[in-house]
Protein backbone atom coordinates (compact mmCIF):
# COMPACT_ATOMS: atom_id res chain seq x y z
CA UNK A 1 0.00 0.00 0.00
CA UNK A 2 1.10 3.61 -1.08
CA UNK A 3 -0.12 6.59 1.14
CA UNK A 4 0.35 10.09 -0.44
CA UNK A 5 0.03 13.37 1.37
CA UNK A 6 -0.57 16.62 -0.73
CA UNK A 7 0.33 20.04 1.23
CA UNK A 8 0.70 23.53 -0.35
CA UNK A 9 -2.73 24.60 -1.64
CA UNK A 10 -4.35 28.04 -0.77
CA UNK A 11 -5.83 31.06 -2.28
CA UNK A 12 -3.34 33.46 -3.84
CA UNK A 13 -3.38 36.21 -6.97
CA UNK A 14 -3.13 35.48 -10.91
CA UNK A 15 0.08 35.45 -11.74
CA UNK A 16 1.32 34.48 -8.12
CA UNK A 17 3.01 31.14 -7.28
CA UNK A 18 2.47 27.83 -5.49
CA UNK A 19 4.36 24.60 -4.54
CA UNK A 20 2.03 21.40 -3.74
CA UNK A 21 3.92 18.66 -2.21
CA UNK A 22 3.31 15.20 -2.12
CA UNK A 23 4.83 12.98 0.17
CA UNK A 24 4.68 9.11 0.03
CA UNK A 25 4.53 6.55 2.54
CA UNK A 26 4.12 2.76 2.92
CA UNK A 27 5.58 0.43 0.74
CA UNK A 28 6.67 2.29 -2.28
CA UNK A 29 10.21 0.94 -3.12
CA UNK A 30 8.47 -0.40 -6.43
CA UNK A 31 6.89 3.14 -7.47
CA UNK A 32 7.61 3.79 -10.82
CA UNK A 33 5.56 6.92 -11.68
CA UNK A 34 4.63 9.78 -9.41
CA UNK A 35 2.21 12.76 -10.78
CA UNK A 36 -0.53 15.87 -10.31
CA UNK A 37 -3.54 15.55 -11.64
CA UNK A 38 -6.22 18.26 -11.17
CA UNK A 39 -10.37 18.64 -11.31
CA UNK A 40 -11.94 21.81 -11.42
CA UNK A 41 -15.72 22.14 -10.30
CA UNK A 42 -18.35 20.65 -13.00
CA UNK A 43 -15.50 19.04 -15.32
CA UNK A 44 -13.35 16.25 -15.35
CA UNK A 45 -10.15 15.17 -13.32
CA UNK A 46 -7.59 16.10 -15.75
CA UNK A 47 -3.29 15.45 -15.78
CA UNK A 48 -1.20 18.10 -15.06
CA UNK A 49 2.34 16.88 -14.74
CA UNK A 50 4.05 13.27 -14.34
CA UNK A 51 7.95 11.99 -13.28
CA UNK A 52 8.87 8.73 -13.73
CA UNK A 53 11.88 7.36 -11.43
CA UNK A 54 14.66 8.01 -14.11
CA UNK A 55 13.07 12.03 -13.65
CA UNK A 56 11.58 11.97 -17.27
CA UNK A 57 8.85 14.83 -16.73
CA UNK A 58 5.59 15.36 -18.42
CA UNK A 59 3.09 18.21 -18.48
CA UNK A 60 -0.33 19.01 -19.72
CA UNK A 61 0.35 21.42 -22.51
CA UNK A 62 -1.56 24.48 -20.87
CA UNK A 63 0.95 24.48 -18.27
CA UNK A 64 4.00 24.24 -19.87
CA UNK A 65 6.44 26.76 -18.91
CA UNK A 66 4.84 27.92 -15.84
CA UNK A 67 4.76 24.65 -13.90
CA UNK A 68 7.36 22.15 -12.92
CA UNK A 69 7.23 18.92 -11.24
CA UNK A 70 10.47 17.21 -9.67
CA UNK A 71 10.71 14.69 -6.79
CA UNK A 72 13.28 13.97 -3.98
CA UNK A 73 13.90 10.69 -3.78
CA UNK A 74 15.25 10.59 -1.14
CA UNK A 75 12.24 12.28 0.84
CA UNK A 76 9.74 10.27 -0.81
CA UNK A 77 8.25 13.52 -1.84
CA UNK A 78 7.29 14.96 -5.33
CA UNK A 79 6.70 18.67 -5.86
CA UNK A 80 5.05 20.80 -8.53
CA UNK A 81 6.28 24.23 -8.57
CA UNK A 82 3.40 26.78 -9.93
CA UNK A 83 4.18 30.22 -11.50
CA UNK A 84 2.56 32.67 -13.39
CA UNK A 85 -0.84 31.21 -12.30
CA UNK A 86 -4.25 31.52 -14.09
CA UNK A 87 -7.45 31.83 -12.59
CA UNK A 88 -8.52 28.35 -14.74
CA UNK A 89 -5.90 26.46 -13.01
CA UNK A 90 -8.29 26.95 -10.33
CA UNK A 91 -8.68 23.10 -9.10
CA UNK A 92 -8.39 20.37 -6.68
CA UNK A 93 -5.18 19.00 -7.11
CA UNK A 94 -4.49 15.31 -6.16
CA UNK A 95 -1.28 13.28 -6.42
CA UNK A 96 -1.02 9.90 -7.95
CA UNK A 97 1.40 7.43 -7.75
CA UNK A 98 1.94 3.82 -9.67
CA UNK A 99 3.32 0.87 -8.35
CA UNK A 100 3.06 -2.60 -9.99
CA UNK A 101 0.60 -1.41 -12.15
CA UNK A 102 -1.62 0.14 -9.41
CA UNK A 103 -2.36 3.69 -8.98
CA UNK A 104 -2.82 5.04 -5.58
CA UNK A 105 -4.26 8.62 -4.68
CA UNK A 106 -3.94 11.59 -2.15
CA UNK A 107 -7.29 13.48 -1.25
CA UNK A 108 -6.32 16.44 -2.45
CA UNK A 109 -5.67 20.15 -2.18
CA UNK A 110 -7.34 23.36 -3.08
CA UNK A 111 -5.90 25.76 -5.37
CA UNK A 112 -7.75 28.75 -6.06
CA UNK A 113 -6.54 31.61 -7.89
CA UNK A 114 -8.46 35.19 -7.62
CA UNK A 115 -8.61 37.44 -11.18
Known amino acids: QVQLVESGGGLVQAGGSLRLSCAAS????????MGWYRQAPGKQRETVAGITVDGTTNYKEAVKGRFTISRDNAKNTVYLQMNSLKPEDTAVYYC?????????WGKGTQVTVSS
Open 26 to 33: GSISRVSF
Open 96 to 104: TATQDLQSY
